[in-house]
């Protein structure tokens, strides 16, 4: 027995191997593996206010508060009471924790919605209705069609042929198209008998649990004989069974260990920059083409060209050949549980779109088998005999089928990328070429994926004779598949053009223009992606990333860590050939051990370059030595694709960044593959979509649609920054400046710890005179609207680069609140010293001083909050008039004699109020306070915005002058698309999936249509039972 889940004392040690027995909880329970349960929250009923407020308090402001608040509990130190800190600490404290509270709970619903999903698990012979979190491992249980798949299991048997199982992996890589697993033989036997499912009594022996998704090694011992298991035979948590009716699987991972959590990262605390630094610092409509002639065309289908359904109908023969080409040559398999409700199960999307473009008009891809083809063309019923399918590669970047027409023609039809197609062309096809070529450049225009369709009639004794040869590669031991590929070449020549077709991507709405609207904001695109490379890159031209403007786009592909590491450097030499030299600033800072600062420095390119890399590539530039490498290559990149990535390499890519750069990282994804990334991101967000809520509830902000990051960051985000720094400025402006008064009143005190203020100012002043003003900028204020934001994405750069809130910014702010406190205690000194009322009696008391202090200091900072004020609302009007209100109220009140004879000892201020206010030689040394303490502000920034002005003053003042004319509406510019033509195929499917066809072990035996004839919908003979 291995040591894999023995414990030693109170600690378990490391799982080296797993080893447990199909239905035998006995046996597995002794290993202590983790049942199926998960739990993505942080908190329980008793831990939250312990972890919440550790969390809170890392926040050194909110540290800093308790600090003094604990202070304040000792006479002998403070003379200010408690409540003056406690109150506003309680509140902040208060509204964060409910906050995360709420977080927490949605992350314990979503918990507690996944744990209790039903599965049908199999125990004493019989199948039982549980929870997903009840299943343990050793378990055998049944999934049945689109079932999400439990914990990661060994297949053992299905309902298919051959007990193949087809799976969808949207929530492990993204990719929505099919996939294919297959049981073992001696498994599937099992099938869906429940006594043999129960007698089974397999060991497996396997690798602990990890987080490789395309890689699984373990044995099944039955009956003393040992088979190998691979990842083909393995189904993972996330996975979502399709076009299968039932499966079973034996549970080899569960819950936390299966490969899916096993990727995914912990939920951190989250600071944000200016947190780190306050802790330093404390689309026209045409009529729609009517398919209502042809019953079995696709509902969903909408096409507005008439010409085209026109010549279909006049029997055009071209025209039918084309369409006759696209039903014939593919690998789609078709699904009818209802006749004439046909369903299509494709390998990529442009198979799919292509066929049902096909079956709309007119040639209805119908059945398949190993040997026959069933397409209803104009209503008629034909079949056709498969003969060969030679099979697409990414070598070949094409695909063919050899046919024979119930008229008895044998033809080969092909398809593929243009420019592999047009070498294979026959000479006559030359002027039709020409034409075709310049509607493939005005697809290409269109940033839309092409094709190049073309047929071949065959000679039958020359076909005869090649399928001998063709047979004999087949079955060849060595050089089977170079022996197939001169075949393929022999016959894929002197080819007829057809013609072409082009195909959208299917993104969603505004996602180019938000792509192209971030680059001009400086922000850097990197594509995290489990899409193959092909698929990526793809994506890439069509969301304008990648152009042909730019110098080059470096593919790295190694194999091993030295090719990476050549194909890195070989990139980097190209972009910045200094970068190389002994004096460059990066090599002379790592040779220097003794620098602690692993921040790299901007490195400029010498263009505009693109970076792409695949998974495996990636996982050893990601290795120590490399991914220094790795992050000065790619950073000097306009755009970085990396294709084939794990969920796990996606944060450990975000991860790298956060290391080297002094950048903030935002990551984006729609699915549970992308949760590591989205925790790992300084800020995360989730996209609600297809693949589930996980990446929702594990984000920091979430929204539908990818486009609405435009607003949330060059809007949103932009003002948030704004009014953070202008609230952070203002806080520590109007706290200096009411703070430091006390020092200066201290040399006059003789230091005795006497305030300045009334010790009712000193409470209310942060939690009722200053809050509301403050607190209606931080919500309403913006420099310009949403319109402008938009139109000129470089005002973000500020942001980029913290100019708004800083350590300058701070000692500024420091610098002003020392001058401001300065004329805040000296003129009312000023002004109060020896002075007489009008009737001759002296003012010039204490309690007098400190109600023209404070008087002086509320004005001042109501006056500079109006300042700082760049969007003026009714709310923030009534919240700086409203607060000085209140203050002449409270003051008045308190310090009447109808409360001091109430409350004597707390109100000692009587008469002060009406007795100073008024004096006119008051009001004149307030006002005095104000144009001293406002005249540098205004005068600094006049000058600075006339003889320094930032990006963003020049871009204001372009928007200043375009508020003279009409607001433009928001653009709407044509993108300028790559002219480069694409191939349908970056979609395309897993190698082999033709000879899996030919070979008809995914299919189930069907009643295929074996005559020509003309098709009803309503003909019995025609409907499939």
Same mark, same amino acid.
């Given at each position: 027995?291995?040591?894999? %889940?023995?414990?030693?004392?109170?600690?378990?040690?490391?799982?080296?191997?797993?080893?447990?027995?199909?239905?035998?909880?006995?046996?597995?329970?002794?290993?202590?593996?983790?049942?199926?349960?998960?739990?993505?929250?942080?908190?329980?009923?008793?831990?939250?206010?312990?972890?919440?407020?550790?969390?809170?308090?890392?926040?050194?402001?909110?540290?800093?508060?308790?600090?003094?608040?604990?202070?304040?509990?000792?006479?002998?130190?403070?003379?200010?009471?408690?409540?003056?800190?406690?109150?506003?600490?309680?509140?902040?404290?208060?509204? *964060?924790?409910?906050?995360?509270?709420?977080?927490?709970?949605?992350?314990?619903?979503?918990?507690?919605?996944?744990?209790?999903?039903?599965?049908?698990?199999?125990?004493?012979?019989?199948?039982?209705?549980?929870? =997903?979190?009840?299943?343990?491992?050793?378990?055998?249980?049944?999934?049945?069609?689109?079932?999400?798949?439990?914990?990661?299991?060994?297949?053992?048997?299905?309902?298919?042929?051959?007990?193949?199982?087809?799976?969808?992996?949207?929530?492990?890589?993204?990719?929505?198209?099919?996939?294919?697993?297959?049981?073992?033989?001696?498994?599937?036997?099992?099938?869906?008998?429940?006594? #043999?499912?129960?007698?089974?009594?397999?060991?497996?022996?396997?690798?602990?649990?990890?987080?490789?998704?395309?890689?699984?090694?373990?044995?099944?011992?039955?009956?003393?004989?040992?088979?190998?298991?691979?990842?083909?035979?393995?189904?993972?948590?996330?996975?979502?069974?399709?076009?299968?009716?039932?499966?079973? %699987?034996?549970?080899?991972?569960?819950?936390?260990?299966?490969?899916?959590?096993?990727?995914?990262?912990?939920?951190?605390?989250?600071?944000?920059?200016?947190?780190?630094?306050?802790?330093?610092?404390?689309?026209?409509?045409?009529?729609?083409?009517?398919?209502?002639?042809?019953?079995?065309?696709?509902?969903?289908?909408?096409?507005?060209?008439?010409?085209?359904?026109?010549?279909?109908?006049?029997?055009?023969?071209?025209?039918?050949?084309?369409?006759?080409?696209?039903?014939?040559?593919?690998?789609?398999?078709?699904?009818?549980?209802?006749?004439?409700?046909?369903?299509?199960?494709?390998?990529?999307?442009?198979?799919?779109?292509?066929?049902?473009?096909?079956?709309?008009?007119?040639?209805?891809?119908?059945?398949?088998?190993?040997?026959?083809?069933?397409?209803?063309?104009?209503?008629?019923?034909?079949?056709?005999?498969?003969?060969?399918?030679?099979?697409?590669?990414?070598? !070949?970047?094409?695909?063919?089928?050899?046919?024979?027409?119930?008229?008895?023609?044998?033809?080969?039809?092909?398809?593929?990328?243009?420019?592999?197609?047009?070498?294979?062309?026959?000479?006559?096809?030359?002027?039709?070429?020409?034409?075709?070529?310049?509607?493939?450049?005005?697809?290409? %225009?269109?940033?839309?994926?092409?094709?190049?369709?073309?047929?071949?009639?065959?000679?039958?004794?020359?076909?005869?004779?090649?399928?001998? !040869?063709? $047979?004999?590669?087949?079955?060849?031991?060595?050089?089977?598949?170079?022996?197939?590929?001169?075949?393929?070449?022999?016959?894929?020549?002197?080819?007829?053009?057809?013609?072409?077709?082009?195909?959208?991507?299917?993104?969603?709405?505004?996602?180019?223009?938000?792509?192209?609207?971030?680059?001009?904001?400086?922000? #850097?695109?990197?594509?995290?992606?489990?899409?193959?490379?092909?698929?990526?890159?793809?994506?890439?031209?069509?969301?304008?990333?990648?152009?042909?403007?730019?110098?080059?786009?470096?593919?790295?592909?190694?194999?091993?860590?030295?090719?990476?590491?050549?194909?890195?450097?070989?990139?980097?030499?190209?972009?910045?050939?200094?970068?190389?030299?002994?004096?460059?600033?990066?090599?002379?800072?790592?040779?220097?051990?003794?620098?602690?600062?692993?921040? /790299?420095?901007?490195?400029?390119?010498?263009?505009?370059?693109? /970076?792409?890399?695949?998974? $495996?590539?990636?996982?050893?530039?990601?290795?120590?030595?490399?991914?220094?490498?790795?992050?000065?290559?790619?950073?000097?990149?306009?755009?970085?694709?990396?294709?084939?990535?794990?969920?796990?390499?996606?944060?450990?890519?975000?991860?790298?960044?956060?290391?080297?750069?002094?950048?903030?990282?935002?990551?984006?994804?729609?699915?549970?593959?992308?949760? *590591?990334?989205?925790?790992?991101?300084?800020?995360?967000?989730?996209?609600?979509?297809?693949?589930?809520?996980?990446?929702?509830?594990?984000?920091?902000?979430?929204?539908?649609?990818?486009?609405?990051?435009?607003?949330?960051?060059?809007?949103?985000? !932009?003002?948030?920054?704004? !009014?953070?720094?202008?609230?952070?400025?203002?806080?520590?402006?109007?706290?200096?400046?009411?703070?430091?008064? $006390?020092?200066?009143?201290?040399?006059?005190?003789?230091?005795?710890?006497?305030?300045?203020?009334?010790?009712?100012?000193?409470? /209310?002043?942060?939690?009722?005179?200053?809050?509301?003003?403050?607190?209606?900028?931080?919500?309403?204020?913006?420099?310009?609207?949403?319109?402008?934001?938009?139109?000129?994405?470089?005002?973000?750069?500020?942001?980029?680069?913290?100019?708004?809130?800083?350590?300058?910014?701070?000692?500024?702010?420091?610098?002003? %609140?020392?001058?401001?406190?300065?004329?805040?205690?000296?003129?009312?000194?000023?002004?109060?010293?020896?002075?007489?009322?009008?009737?001759?009696?002296?003012?010039?008391?204490?309690?007098?001083?400190?109600?023209?202090?404070?008087?002086?200091?509320?004005?001042?900072?109501?006056?500079?909050?109006?300042?700082?004020?760049?969007? =003026?609302?009714?709310?923030?009007?009534?919240?700086?008039?409203? *607060?000085?209100?209140?203050?002449?109220?409270?003051?008045?009140?308190?310090?009447?004699?109808?409360?001091?004879?109430?409350?004597? &000892?707390?109100?000692?201020?009587?008469?002060?109020?009406?007795?100073?206010?008024?004096?006119?030689?008051?009001?004149?040394?307030?006002?005095?306070?104000?144009?001293?303490?406002?005249?540098?502000?205004?005068?600094?920034?006049?000058?600075?915005?006339?003889?320094?002005?930032?990006?963003?003053?020049?871009?204001?003042?372009?928007?200043?002058?375009?508020?003279?004319?009409?607001?433009?509406?928001?653009?709407?510019?044509?993108?300028?698309?790559?002219?480069?033509?694409?191939?349908?195929? &970056?979609?395309?499917?897993?190698?082999?999936?033709?000879?899996?066809?030919?070979?008809?072990?995914?299919?189930?035996?069907?009643?295929?249509?074996?005559?020509?004839?003309?098709?009803?919908?309503?003909?019995?003979?025609?409907?499939?039972?």
């Amino acid at each position: 027995m291995p040591l894999s %889940g023995l414990k030693f004392g109170k600690k378990k040690l490391k799982e080296e191997e797993r080893h447990l027995q199909a239905n035998n909880r006995d046996f597995n329970l002794e290993f202590e593996y983790a049942n199926n349960s998960i739990k993505t929250s942080k908190y329980n009923f008793f831990t939250f206010l312990p972890l919440n407020l550790f969390e809170q308090f890392q926040r050194i402001a909110n540290a800093y508060f308790l600090f003094l608040l604990i202070l304040q509990l000792i006479p002998q130190v403070s003379s200010l009471s408690w409540f003056t800190t406690v109150v506003p600490l309680v509140l902040v404290l208060t509204v *964060s924790g409910v906050k995360d509270a709420i977080d927490d709970f949605n992350r314990h619903k979503s918990d507690n919605h996944v744990n209790n999903r039903p599965v049908q698990v199999l125990i004493n012979g019989r199948l039982k209705d549980d929870k =997903w979190m009840h299943i343990q491992v050793g378990d055998i249980i049944k999934l049945e069609n689109n079932n999400f798949v439990t914990a990661d299991l060994l297949l053992l048997s299905s309902s298919e042929p051959h007990s193949l199982t087809y799976i969808e992996t949207a929530e492990l890589d993204g990719e929505t198209n099919l996939k294919v697993k297959q049981a073992l033989t001696v498994t599937a036997e099992l099938g869906e008998n429940l006594q #043999k499912l129960t007698d089974f009594n397999g060991e497996v022996k396997c690798e602990a649990p990890n987080n490789k998704l395309d890689k699984f090694t373990g044995t099944l011992t039955l009956h003393g004989e040992k088979f190998a298991l691979d990842n083909e035979k393995m189904l993972l948590r996330g996975c979502t069974i399709r076009n299968t009716e039932w499966c079973f %699987g034996l549970v080899i991972y569960a819950g936390p260990d299966t490969k899916l959590m096993q990727n995914c990262g912990k939920t951190t605390f989250k600071r944000t920059s200016i947190d780190r630094l306050m802790n330093v610092l404390v689309l026209v409509h045409t009529e729609k083409v009517d398919f209502s002639y042809n019953q079995l065309a696709d509902p969903k289908f909408v096409f507005y060209d008439h010409s085209l359904v026109e010549a279909v109908k006049l029997d055009d023969a071209a025209t039918h050949g084309f369409f006759r080409l696209l039903s014939l040559c593919h690998t789609v398999m078709p699904e009818e549980k209802k006749a004439g409700n046909l369903v299509y199960q494709a390998q990529s999307p442009d198979e799919g779109a292509l066929v049902t473009a096909a079956r709309n008009f007119g040639f209805v891809f119908r059945a398949r088998t190993p040997e026959t083809i069933t397409v209803v063309e104009m209503g008629e019923t034909k079949v056709y005999e498969l003969l060969a399918i030679l099979d697409f590669n990414n070598v !070949r970047k094409r695909m063919s089928v050899i046919v024979r027409s119930p008229e008895g023609d044998l033809t080969l039809y092909c398809k593929g990328a243009d420019t592999i197609v047009y070498e294979l062309l026959d000479a006559s096809c030359e002027s039709l070429k020409d034409e075709t070529m310049e509607h493939l450049n005005e697809f290409a %225009g269109e940033g839309l994926r092409t094709l190049v369709v073309a047929y071949k009639n065959l000679q039958e004794d020359y076909f005869e004779e090649w399928h001998k !040869r063709h $047979h004999e590669a087949s079955t060849a031991l060595d050089g089977r598949e170079e022996k197939l590929s001169e075949l393929y070449e022999e016959i894929e020549k002197d080819l007829m053009l057809l013609g072409a077709t082009a195909i959208e991507d299917k993104l969603q709405d505004g996602v180019p223009q938000t792509i192209e609207t971030l680059a001009k904001a400086h922000i #850097k695109i990197w594509v995290l992606t489990g899409d193959k490379q092909e698929t990526a890159v793809n994506i890439g031209y069509s969301c304008n990333m990648l152009h042909d403007d730019m110098k080059d786009v470096f593919i790295i592909e190694g194999n091993t860590s030295e090719a990476v590491l050549d194909e890195l450097r070989t990139a980097r030499k190209k972009m910045n050939p200094d970068s190389f030299l002994d004096s460059d600033e990066i090599n002379l800072k790592f040779e220097n051990p003794s620098m602690k600062s692993r921040i /790299l420095p901007e490195e400029q390119a010498n263009g505009v370059y693109g /970076l792409v890399i695949n998974g $495996h590539s990636l996982a050893y530039a990601l290795e120590g030595n490399l991914e220094l490498e790795l992050v000065r290559t790619a950073c000097m990149c306009k755009v970085v694709i990396c294709c084939r990535v794990t969920p796990l390499q996606k944060a450990q890519v975000v991860e790298l960044v956060k290391k080297y750069k002094k950048a903030v990282t935002l990551a984006i994804g729609d699915g549970a593959n992308d949760v *590591s990334m989205i925790k790992t991101a300084h800020i995360g967000v989730g996209i609600s979509g297809q693949e589930g809520m996980q990446a929702v509830l594990s984000s920091d902000f979430s929204f539908a649609q990818f486009r609405y990051l435009q607003r949330l960051l060059l809007v949103h985000g !932009r003002w948030s920054y704004i !009014r953070m720094c202008k609230f952070l400025r203002y806080f520590f402006y109007k706290n200096f400046a009411f703070t430091l008064v $006390h020092f200066w009143y201290g040399f006059f005190s003789g230091f005795s710890a006497q305030t300045v203020y009334d010790q009712w100012f000193i409470t /209310l002043y942060n939690l009722v005179y200053t809050s509301l003003p403050v607190l209606g900028m931080s919500l309403f204020d913006q420099d310009v609207d949403d319109r402008w934001s938009m139109r000129f994405p470089h005002l973000y750069e500020p942001g980029q680069q913290n100019l708004y809130f800083n350590k300058i910014e701070f000692v500024k702010c420091v610098l002003h %609140g020392i001058y401001s406190s300065l004329i805040l205690f000296f003129i009312p000194y000023g002004a109060m010293y020896d002075a007489v009322r009008s009737d001759g009696k002296a003012i010039a008391d204490y309690q007098s001083f400190a109600l023209m202090a404070q008087t002086c200091l509320l004005i001042v900072v109501s006056v500079q909050i109006g300042l700082d004020t760049a969007y =003026w609302t009714a709310v923030n009007q009534f919240f700086i008039w409203g *607060s000085l209100s209140v203050y002449f109220a409270i003051i008045f009140t308190m310090y009447s004699d109808g409360m001091y004879l109430i409350f004597t &000892a707390s109100f000692p201020f009587i008469g002060t109020a009406r007795n100073t206010l008024s004096q006119p030689n008051v009001w004149l040394a307030i006002f005095l306070s104000i144009i001293l303490c406002v005249l540098p502000v205004v005068g600094g920034r006049f000058l600075k915005a006339q003889l320094m002005p930032t990006v963003s003053d020049k871009v204001l003042g372009k928007i200043r002058a375009a508020k003279k004319r009409p607001p433009p509406p928001l653009p709407k510019t044509r993108l300028r698309r790559t002219s480069t033509r694409r191939s349908g195929y &970056a979609f395309s499917h897993q190698h082999g999936f033709g000879a899996l066809i030919m070979s008809g072990r995914n299919m189930r035996p069907k009643l295929p249509f074996t005559t020509t004839g003309t098709f009803s919908p309503n003909s019995e003979k025609n409907r499939h039972k």
